[in-house]
Every structure is written in structure tokens, then in C-alpha cells.
């Protein structure tokens, strides 16, 4: 499904550390302990709005993005459920949000950039614009979860002015 055309970004956005606070509006941040044998569990952060729609858990190898700045040419978004995205190595990598302007497309303006450090993963909030899964320097193993049923409620694209994000 592809939305509205979204607000315009001005200028480069740039990224900072990944914090739980910073990122809260977007989402949790997902963080191995750091105490052996210790199991920190996110259940709250996990949301599917799609009754009887199966969870679905992917893995993927993805492949780097090397430009500088980084470009974002797409962004989407899951309406109905949370999404989740947990690194299988430690390996540099990228997020990017949106909010939500007031016709429902993404308030580019408004985008933020953050670098997860190690032992980082991410769940986005249903219904939160995001930019694909960005790695930095290799291919890198991620987890993704979510829940799917290959409808069209499945994600929204937006079409957008393409910007960049420096590191």
C-alpha cells in the first residue's frame, strides 16, 4: 500500500546514540544483560492489532549501505503491528524514524537517526515510520520479528523526497 506524499526534510538528519529515553516515542530498545544467566524479557514492547494473523519470525543477511552520508530513499511502516530488530553480531548499524504527521503520512522533518552499540536491538511500535534495515560496513545476520499475513495491511510506503543522515 503506498500513502500520501510525506513532509519534507530540509538538510541532513543526523544520528546519535541509541538511548531508551531518546528513543521511547519510537519504540524499545532491546539490550542483552549484562549479568550471566540473567534473561531480560520484552513482551510489553511486542503488539500485533491483527487478530488471528500469525507471527513470523525471518532472518536475514543484509547486505551494507557505504555511501556517507547514509541515503534514505524509502520509508514504511507496519500499522498493525510491532516489529522487531535484533543484530546476530555485533556489527554497526542504523535506525531511522518518523513520526506521524497529522494526515497520517511521515513527518520527515520531525525524522530521527540513531546508532545502536553493541548488544542493541530495536522494537519499533506498531504504526511507526521507519527506513529499511541499515547496516554500515558488512553483510550482517539479523532476527526480525513481526506478525504477517502477506495482506494489504501488511505495510504502507511512503513516497518521499530522498535525504541523507550523517554518521
Not at 34 to 47: I, K, M, P, S
Not at 51 to 66: F, N
Amino acid at each position: 500500500m503506498s500513502c500520501a506524499p510525506s513532509t519534507l526534510r530540509t538538510g541532513p538528519l543526523t544520528a546519535q546514540a541509541l538511548t531508551a529515553e531518546g528513543f521511547a516515542p519510537f519504540g524499545d530498545v532491546l539490550r542483552v544483560p549484562q549479568e550471566v544467566g540473567t534473561r531480560a524479557y520484552f513482551d510489553d514492547a511486542l503488539a500485533s492489532l491483527k487478530p488471528h494473523t500469525p507471527a513470523s519470525l525471518s532472518l536475514i543477511l543484509a547486505a551494507p549501505s557505504l555511501a556517507r552520508p547514509v541515503p534514505v530513499t524509502i520509508i514504511e511502516r507496519h500499522r498493525l503491528t510491532s516489529q522487531s530488530f535484533v543484530p546476530m553480531a555485533l556489527t554497526p548499524w542504523l535506525v531511522v524514524v518518523a513520526p506521524n504527521a497529522a494526515d497520517g503520512s511521515p513527518d520527515l522533518a520531525a525524522a530521527m537517526a540513531f546508532l545502536p552499540g553493541p548488544g542493541q536491538g530495536i522494537t519499533l511500535k506498531p504504526g511507526v515510520w521507519h527506513a529499511p534495515l541499515t547496516v554500515l560496513e558488512a553483510p550482517a545476520p539479523f532476527a526480525i520479528f513481526m506478525w504477517r499475513d502477506f495482506g494489504p495491511d501488511d505495510e504502507d510506503f511512503a513516497d518521499i523526497a530522498p535525504f541523507t543522515v550523517a554518521l
